[in-house]
């Protein structure tokens, strides 16, 4: 069974996302490419308060995306309640400017349980990879009961 919210983010695929999402999330601006139940991508420009005094990425705003879209991938995949991380790593390795264009995948690699792993890829617009991060996310809702 997929998750409620599925078919109706499927609808918004090139497209911001739609008024039912969370505050943050709509706030970063991001555009919806790819979304299946254990798979999401989506696609940012970085925005000038997103950067340091060198104009470069600030590595909290790429923990601030990967998190967004890890929380999104992992309440889709789960039984239908929300799903919260038990902790959240990320290794940075590069950095972007403002203006670029970076890309966020998440997918689900392992259930343990009623535990996800997730990993999420931070990619700049040309595929070169700027953070990889993972986490363990558990149900803080039951699940619904359809």
């Known amino acids: 069974m997929s998750h409620p919210l599925m078919e109706t983010l499927q609808a918004y695929i090139g497209q911001a996302l739609p008024p039912g999402a969370p505050p943050f999330s709509r706030s970063l601006n991001g555009t919806l490419q790819v979304l299946s139940p254990r798979f999401v991508k989506l696609r940012y420009t970085i925005a000038k308060n997103w950067t340091t005094p060198a104009q470069t990425m600030h590595t909290a705003m790429m923990a601030a995306l990967l998190d967004d879209a890890m929380n999104m991938i992992a309440t889709l995949a789960g039984d239908g309640g929300e799903y919260a991380p038990l902790e959240l790593h990320v290794q940075y390795q590069k950095t972007a400017e403002v203006g670029q264009d970076v890309v966020v995948t998440a997918r689900v690699i392992q259930e343990i349980g ?24 558990v149900p803080l809702t039951p699940p619904n009961q359809d």
């Open 114 to 137: 009623d535990t996800l792993r997730v990993e999420g890829e931070l990619t700049s617009g040309f595929g070169s990879r700027l953070a990889l991060a993972y986490a363990h996310f």
